[in-house]
């Protein structure tokens, strides 16, 4: 496969750490200094769907097909107000009438668009498809306690999306999962039954984070290593190492582990936080339209998430 569009969309009200500081224990260089973000953007009188549309709408313009050119999408999405129908399907009424493709949420937390991409080559590679609409579309800020730091300080919300079509530029792809849910998990209640009025109180996002330091940068160095030596690549020969952005500390840790510059490692976080499994789209739409990616670049994609699951790709743009 190969991407031949992206696109990207983030909410209106951007908080700064100044302005956390002004109802949580903390400040500005207290969070900055242990994650490296700066400012964030949070969803308030927009919304999430509306996010994802103008996302895809943006990459199905920048891949020059038409909306009924789309044969598939899929939506990386962790959690959303709708339970049911998909926010796929919501995206897809969004694109109008002339969109009638298929269409699937996955929920592979921060690492989703690594999944997606794995989907999507297989639909390609055996002819299911011939243009797919990926849109990562997330709204972690939704699961925090705002009464504490530890992880509300950590998120923004976003949303990325690319199209691919055939091709050979996807050179290595990887995925992965252990099962380690009590590392980091939301947790929302269902409705009671005459049959089952078990208690089940709503829990905000839990997150052990030097569990999830630790495991984050030994599963995607992990990742990015399998991939190199399966493709017989030298690390310095990776134009830029796009990672999941979720901290800035673990984003230096993989960078001087692969001992490469910082340069290689764009970052995004300082502005929009953790956006979850939009970050990597988000960050390719922004590199894209910026010029900064051109033709032939050698590509590593490392994104890891609850669960815990992992992915990787090695592409040629």
């Not at 020059?64 to 959303?80: K, L, M, P, R, T």
């Not at 590392?183 to 089940?200: A, F, G, M």
């Amino acid at each position: 496969m190969k991407i031949i569009g992206t696109g990207s969309a983030l909410p209106e009200k951007e908080v700064s750490n100044d302005m956390l500081a002004g109802f949580l224990d903390t400040s500005d260089e207290w969070i900055s200094t242990r994650t490296g973000i700066h400012t964030r953007r949070l969803l308030s009188s927009d919304n999430l769907g509306d996010l994802a549309i103008t996302a895809a709408k943006a990459a199905i313009e920048s891949a020059g097909v038409n909306v009924n050119d789309i044969d598939y999408i899929i939506c990386s999405n962790v959690a959303n107000n709708y339970v049911t129908p998909s926010l796929s399907t919501i995206i897809q009424g969004g694109l109008g009438d002339e969109c009638s493709s298929p269409c699937m949420d996955l929920n592979g937390a921060c690492a989703g668009f690594l999944y997606a991409i794995d989907i999507a080559e297989a639909f390609l590679a055996t002819d299911r498809a011939k243009n797919i609409l990926i849109v990562c579309a997330e709204e972690p800020t939704k699961f925090c306690d705002w009464h504490e730091r530890e992880t509300s300080v950590l998120f923004g919300d976003g949303a990325g999306a690319v199209v691919v079509t055939g091709g050979d530029n996807l050179l290595a792809r990887r995925v992965t999962a252990k099962s380690l849910k009590d590392v980091i998990y939301y947790k929302r209640p269902l409705e009671n039954t005459p049959y089952d009025r078990s208690s089940q109180d709503q829990k905000t996002l839990v997150m052990k984070g030097h569990d999830v330091f630790r495991m984050a940068v030994r599963s995607s160095m992990n990742d990015i290593n399998t991939l190199l030596e399966e493709q017989h690549v030298n690390p310095d020969d990776v134009k830029y190492y796009l990672l999941h952005q979720a901290n800035m500390r673990i984003i230096d840790s993989i960078r001087e582990h692969l001992n490469q510059p910082v340069e290689k490692f764009p970052t995004n976080l300082q502005r929009y936080g953790n956006t979850s499994s939009a970050s990597i789209p988000i960050l390719i739409d922004e590199l894209v339209r910026g010029g900064k990616i051109q033709e032939g670049d050698l590509l590593m994609l490392s994104a890891f998430g609850a669960g815990f699951v992992t992915g990787g790709a090695l592409m040629r743009w």
